[in-house]
């Protein structure tokens, strides 16, 4: 073999070794790359699962958002500038609103109804209540209640921080407030007949107040008697009881000491009877004669004691 193909085959030998090395990085390469492919294979995987799931939960949430727009309608969200009070009687206000069609209102349909929420500071909200569209302007409509409001109801309408608009609110709202409306009118229906009952119990009192005062002026006495009242009507009945009392007093103690007078001269009675009793039996007794006492003719006395 001549020095050429010599070198050619020491140049083949190289080339061979080199070859190897580069087929070993090419097999190593090709295994880090299939790793890769695993791991992206198997990471698209998961993220297609996690996309489906995602995917499930944007579903759920647009058919909800739907629901929730068929249930409720469009929102407009209010700032207090936006609200003014046209009539507190009727329920009338302005709300500062675009987006109506105007051509409808111009139209013998009837204006659509929207729903008020006044909003709170602390994120609480409350029902104001449901009002028909009686006017659109541009960016700006008039709305009345749909019902007459309930006197001061207008006062209590709280919207510390604006107002939110529906356009319309759930069936089952609507069934919960029509109740809530009559227990409101029964409710206030008694009202009206407790204070009719009041007015009428203040009357009374009234009256018993007026009877009390004469009762209490016909005891006590009045000062400003009526023409023709006497001096019993002036002093009172507790005064001319009293007096009447300490006249029945006097009388009382004159009647007493007249009863002792009159046992007193009762007493002296008895003991005089008694005495001359006694002394009509110390007189001599009269003889007898024929069997008769002797002396005058009868009916006739010489007894002293019964000349005296």
Known sequence: MHTLGKVLLGFVAVLAVVALVLTSMLYDAQGAWQKRVEVRLATR?????????????VDDLEAEANRQMMSWGRAWELSPQQIQLLDPNEGIVGLGIGGLDRQEASQDKPLPTIHLFGKNDDGTSNYIGAFRITAVEQDQVSAQ?????????TDQWQADAGVRVWEAVPSNWRALNAELQAQTAIAM?????????????????????????RRTAQLNGDADPVDGGGQDTIDGLVVALRNEESARNQQSAVLDQLRHEYDAKYNRLTELLEENRKLSGQLPQPSLQNGSPAGPALGGTQNPAARR
């Open 45 to 57: 995987a998961d993220s297609g699962e996690q996309f489906r799931q995602k995917k499930l939960v």
């Open 145 to 153: 209640m749909i019902r007459r409001p309930y006197p001061g109801e």
């Open 189 to 213: 229906q008694d009202v009206q007949d407790q204070q009719a009952r009041l007015a009428t119990q203040k009357l009374l009192v009234a009256k018993s107040q007026e009877q009390l005062a």
